[in-house]
């Protein structure tokens, strides 16, 4: 059964980092893209970052460009979300997710997702 599993979120002060993970299971995610998307209270999820099966193609979101680089490892089956200079706006829960095709800004697209990981940027 396809899992996705995401970890690393938590409590950060502006200007602060975090990393999160997303541990596959249940497939081989090396012949996966994989994208991260964001859902803030009372607002509509919102894709940040996608990354090809190989890791040679990224997308990012232009609210996070600069700021946020994805990366993966296929031996471990994980993909990895670096967020640097966090601002109190990218306060949300993150969702990693595979898509149903290739790397798309759409969540319609995406047919498995992880449970989320809040990520809370406050002073």
């Known amino acids: 059964q396809l899992q996705l599993v995401e970890s690393g979120g938590g409590l950060v002060q502006p200007g602060g980092s975090l990393r999160l993970s997303c541990a596959a299971s249940?497939?081989?995610?090396?012949?996966?893209?994989i994208g991260w998307f964001r859902q803030a209270p009372g607002k509509e999820r919102e894709g940040v970052s996608c990354?090809?099966?190989?890791?040679?193609?990224?997308k990012y979101a232009d609210s996070v460009k600069g700021r946020f680089t994805i990366s993966r490892d296929n031996a471990k089956n994980t993909v990895y979300l670096q967020m640097n200079s966090l601002k109190p706006e990218d306060t949300s829960v993150y969702y990693c997710?595979?898509?149903?095709?290739?790397?798309?800004?759409?969540?319609?697209?995406?047919?498995?997702w992880g449970q989320g990981t809040q990520v809370t940027v406050s002073s």
């Open positions: 990354i090809s099966s190989s890791g040679g193609l990224t």
């Open positions: 997710a595979v898509p149903r095709y290739s790397c798309s800004g759409s969540l319609y697209e995406y047919d498995y």
């Open positions: 249940g497939f081989t995610s090396d012949y996966h893209s």
